[in-house]
């Protein structure tokens, strides 16, 4: 009997032990992966705001490099459409919206999601000669199966779009997942936001080759491309960047 119970508790504690060493081997490694987690996120983040900038092809590879020397990254509180400090020093525009003390609730919003943040990021880009070429505004709203991010560009007459580039989507490939297609992206530039200053642009099938507001919905997406058009109506109107996009404070 006391042998038996002399295995069971060796058993047991052999047991303990290698989940215990299992456990500091697996902290240990998501402690050390964490800072090149970051590193990476923050890349893949540059990386699409130069798509959107049109400056990936200029980057050459240095995507941190011509981040750092083309790309300034403002704060802007959303309801003056003014410039301010960087809340804090890890501030995250997305954290902010859950925090009902940094965000606004938003009442019968069809974007899919129920907060807005006060403070939003924007990324003015520039070009040799440090003007402000260009705008990307973080946007996103409901798809057909989730929330989707996406990188707006707008050119610096604060009317024009550039880009739209989706990084963040769980739409259906070879459908809604098309939002990814360079055809598609492509037929965002030039496309004019506002008439008489209200958003004007929309995604709508087959519109007019001449149509300046119009963008070719996706095929066999109605709800992916309506998706696209909430959000744009939401963070181009009051209640997003219109306001901001109305005073052009990059021009002062």
């Known amino acids: 009997m006391s042998a ?52 990936l092809a200029d980057a050459k590879g240095d995507i941190a490099g011509t981040y750092k020397a083309r790309v300034e990254e403002r704060f802007v509180d959303l309801s003056s459409g003014d410039y301010v400090e960087k809340p804090t020093a890890d501030y995250d525009m997305y954290k902010a919206a859950k925090d009902p003390a940094t965000s606004t609730k938003l009442e019968g919003s069809n974007v899919g999601f129920q907060r807005k943040p006060n403070v939003a990021s924007v990324y003015l880009v520039k070009n040799d000669a440090g003007q402000v070429s260009r705008i990307i505004l973080p946007v996103h709203g409901s798809g057909l199966w989730d929330l989707m991010y996406a990188f707006l560009a707008v050119d610096a007459d ?57 963008v070719d919905a996706l095929s066999g ?6 998706g696209v058009q909430h959000s744009l ?8 960047f219109g306001p901001f996009l109305a005073k052009q404070p990059w021009k002062s």
């Open 4 to 55: 038996k119970k002399e295995t069971l508790g060796r058993t047991v504690g052999v047991v303990v032990a290698v989940c215990l060493v299992c456990s500091i081997v697996v902290s240990g490694a998501a402690v050390g992966l964490r800072s090149l987690q970051q590193h990476n996120a923050a890349l893949d983040k540059q990386t699409n705001i130069l798509d959107a900038a049109g400056l």
């Open 158 to 214: 604060g009317q024009t779009a550039r880009g739209l580039v989706y990084y963040q989507q769980k739409e259906t490939p070879g459908l809604g997942g098309e939002v990814l297609n360079p055809s598609w992206k492509a037929k965002w530039d030039g496309k004019q936001l506002f008439e008489d200053g209200e958003v004007a642009i929309k995604v709508k099938k087959n519109p007019s080759p001449d149509d300046v507001h119009a």
């Open 221 to 226: 997406a109605t709800l992916t491309s309506n």
């Open 233 to 240: 109506d939401f963070w181009l109107g009051e209640q997003g």
